[in-house]
């Protein structure tokens, strides 16, 4: 199948596209960049050149091909609501290309959107956190799905390889700028994760079940501390590893502060069980002990 992919060269979709060609598929790869255009044509795919708020780019591209990855956000988190505006109006556009046929559309979410229920591990089918702006997107798609449109979500939570960790790097950056890796009161707060890699995969296994309405956990680990993350940090600084209050997070982190605190553990059990999905990379703290910190 032709596969048109929204943040093709990225860093899950440089994972993904290659796995996707592998397994006999070729792909239409979104990138506004020729730098990102010479990256997918070496590997094998095609290229249009668009973002995801030219919509018009996004309509080509579901139209000219067999299905939809959206996997395009703009990861500026102190403009969130604003970037989850653009990714909702993205996954419409798209979406209503795709009325009227079976063609299957894998959008992104993210897992912190699932509510966790007195320290549990959020699932696939429990409710979701009004408070997270995604919840909109998500939102959107259920409405594109009662419309008929072949969609299923694929929720990321901290995905990671030696280079990029989700939100982590972040919280890296406040460490080497304040001279001392923190976190909040005893650091017992955890935030899922799953290595790249897997999560690639679990995108393929994703598109090529094409479930209507399906949501999937891409989760690996259910839940890593936040305190085991900045000790990681910590390590690799070689910087003092400090607990502070909840009052003093968002002087400490500044946007991140919002996030920081939150205890958002994930299970991914279902998503297990209906993809035969088996996650094998390594775990993230083993990729921040790994990292170059002199590069990083």
């Known amino acids: 199948m032709r596969i048109f992919i929204t943040g093709a060269p990225g860093f899950i979709g440089s994972e993904l596209v290659p796995e996707l060609i592998k397994a006999g598929h070729s792909v239409l790869g979104l990138t506004r960049s020729d730098v990102g255009a010479e990256k997918l044509r070496a590997v094998g795919a095609e290229v249009l050149h668009g973002n995801i708020e030219d919509l018009d780019s996004l309509r080509k591209g579901a139209a000219d091909s067999d299905g939809v990855i959206h996997l395009a956000f703009n990861h500026d988190f102190s403009q969130f609501e604003k970037n989850a505006a653009d990714d909702r109006n993205a996954i419409i556009a798209m979406g209503e290309v795709l009325l009227g046929s079976n063609r299957p559309f894998v959008v992104t979410s993210g897992t912190a959107i699932a509510a966790n229920e007195n320290g549990k591990a959020s699932t696939e089918d429990g409710p979701t956190a009004a408070w997270n702006p995604r919840a909109a997107s998500e939102a959107a798609v259920k409405k594109l799905t009662a419309r008929g449109v072949n969609t299923s979500v694929v929720r990321l939570p901290q995905v990671h390889d030696t280079r990029k960790q989700g939100l982590v790097p972040y919280l890296l950056a406040v460490a080497r700028e304040k001279g001392v890796s923190a976190y909040i009161g005893d650091g017992s707060n955890r935030w899922p994760a799953a290595h790249v890699s897997d999560v690639a995969r679990l995108y393929r296994l994703a598109f090529e079940r094409a479930e209507p309405g399906a949501i999937y956990h891409a989760v690996d680990e259910e839940g890593v501390t936040m305190k085991a993350i900045v000790e990681a940090h910590g390590r690799g600084l070689k910087v003092p590893v400090v607990s502070i ?33 088996k996650p094998t990379g390594p775990g993230l703290i083993a990729d921040l002990d790994g990292m170059d910190y002199t590069q990083a």
Do not use: C, V, Y
């Not at 958002?264 to 998503?271: C, L, R």
């Open 245 to 277: 209050k909840p009052e003093e997070a968002e002087a400490h982190f500044g946007w991140l502060g919002r996030f920081a605190g939150h205890d958002m553990p994930s299970s991914s059990a279902i998503t297990q069980q209906k993809l035969n999905w």
